[in-house]
């Protein structure tokens, strides 16, 4: 089974320049997660997708971010225009919901590696 | 709102020596608790989960983490260490509001095992 696929590996982009982030994750999960990784830090969830809709943005800058799940399936996350503070690693993950009540594994991604300069 | 606290920012060990990774949690109700681990320019991998039942949750590469509900810990244990085991590892959390499954993860500890 494929694992959950994030290009490109890494990026370096200057401030106030545009990115966007890729994710396609492994099939038939219908979950799709968005954490930050902040160097020295432990993922922090930036956004939840459940199919194609939103389940939780709450901790996502929307002046600066903005994600989509078209057709339920691939997503892209977008910075624009970067901060310094944005340069970090974006994690995608996913799930399977087989289950109500949250006792599904989430799996991860590489990761994009991302340094704004 | 919940939070998990990882205490050590490194732990050491001796090849072929017990290792135990510590993880303390807070949440609202019944937790899901898991342990990841990642290797350098790697995403994070899963090793095991607690969602009920036996305390004692064993998991991938030899890895079982014993769940202490009065002590609200969680803690990885190996009984003996590999140099491979080397990485950082995370304890993360999920509590139970419905819908929203993402995990509240700690910052992480750094296991180093010397041959």
């Known amino acids: 089974e494929a694992g959950v696929a994030q290009s490109p590996r890494y990026k370096i982009i200057e401030k106030r320049q545009s990115v966007a982030f890729w994710c396609n994750p492994i099939s038939g999960h219908a979950t799709l997660y968005w954490y930050q990784q902040i160097l020295g830090q432990g993922p922090k969830l930036l956004i939840q997708f459940q199919n194609n809709g939103v389940v939780d943005d709450s901790q996502l800058p929307k002046d600066r971010f903005s994600a989509e799940r078209l057709k339920g399936v691939d997503s892209t996350l977008k910075i624009q225009p970067a901060k310094l503070e944005d340069s970090a690693v974006y994690l995608c993950?996913?799930?399977?919901?087989?289950?109500?009540?949250?006792?599904?594994?989430?799996?991860f991604g590489p990761g994009t590696r991302l340094l704004v300069l | 709102a919940q939070s998990v606290a990882q205490p050590e920012d490194q732990v050491n060990v001796a090849e072929g020596n017990p290792l135990t990774v510590k993880c303390t949690y807070s949440v609202s109700g019944n937790p899901y608790l898991f342990w990841y681990v990642q290797y350098p320019n790697r995403g994070l991998q899963f090793l095991l989960k607690y969602i009920t039942g036996d305390n004692l949750v064993k998991g991938s590469y030899g890895f079982e983490a014993e769940f202490n509900k009065s002590q609200t810990s969680f803690h990885l244990k190996k009984p003996s260490a590999l140099v491979s085991d080397s990485a950082l590892y995370f304890c993360?959390?999920?509590?139970?509001?419905?819908?929203?499954?993402?995990?509240?993860f700690g910052s992480g500890t750094r296991l180093q095992v010397q041959p």
């Open positions: 993950a996913s799930s399977f919901e087989a289950l109500a009540g949250g006792q599904e594994t989430q799996y």
């Open positions: 993360a959390v999920r509590g139970l509001v419905t819908g929203r499954r993402a995990l509240t």
